[in-house]
């Protein structure tokens, strides 16, 4: 009785078409997995930056209410000052040309130091003969009022830290939009290791390999901190 020895060949040969689906399969499943490692990365790096953004904002905000607030200030105070400059001045000028001198060196005493340099200026233009002088040292260039020039540096600065706020914001809002594109990427990715039909998983890991380019390039153009 003869003995017949049957040889089969191993699977991994008589499948070869199995074998090149497969390792298909696998190249997709590593580069569905490399999209979202990498949107990933690109939802952290964009939630980062977008609360460093939102944090300048509100710094920037609170910066310029502050300013404004001091510059209110400033500005009630050198509106004060400038009243009484005013009050002292006519009240000089008053008893000056009653020529009551006693009084009118009073009046002088009384005179601000910063309101000096513009007194003594209006007076070297012999104002009491000369009727081209000016009618008030309020009026000559030497008059300053420190509090009024303050309170405009205030509002100046109030101004530009609430400009920087407002471009605070639009950053915060880019960073906010481009995780939306990652977000998306991360879906792409995702769904595509449920479709059977290669067709499909290849159109829509594109999809997501497209809009990761995008997402990445927006983040590109926007200024970090």
């Known amino acids: 009785m003869s003995e017949h020895v049957h040889v089969h060949p191993p699977h991994e040969l008589t499948e070869s078409h199995g074998e090149s689906t497969t390792r298909s399969e696998r190249v997709l499943e590593l580069f569905a997995t490399i999209l979202l490692s990498l949107a990933t990365l690109g939802i952290a790096w964009s939630g980062y930056q977008a609360a460093r953004w939102n944090g300048r904002q509100a710094r920037d905000y609170a910066q310029s209410n502050t300013a404004r607030s001091l510059a209110n200030r400033a500005a009630t105070t050198g509106a004060q000052n400038r009243t009484q400059d005013l009050l002292n001045f006519n009240r000089w000028l008053e008893v000056k040309t009653e020529g009551d001198q006693q009084l009118a060196d009073l009046y002088q005493r009384r005179f601000r130091p910063e309101f000096l340099p513009a007194f003594e200026a209006w007076l070297a233009e012999d104002p009491l003969n000369n009727p081209a002088a000016e009618a008030s040292p309020l009026r000559v260039p030497q008059y300053h009022v420190a509090e009024l020039e303050k309170a405009d540096r205030l509002e100046r600065e109030g101004t530009q830290h609430f400009e920087n706020g407002k471009e605070a914001t639009e950053r915060t809002d880019s960073y906010v939009f481009t995780s939306v594109f990652f977000a998306s990427v991360l879906f792409f990715a995702g769904i595509s290791m ?26 590109a153009t926007l200024p970090a901190l």
């Open 194 to 219: 449920r479709f059977v039909w290669r067709k499909m998983r290849i159109t829509v890991l594109v999809l997501g390999t497209l809009t990761l380019i995008y997402g990445a390039l927006q983040v």
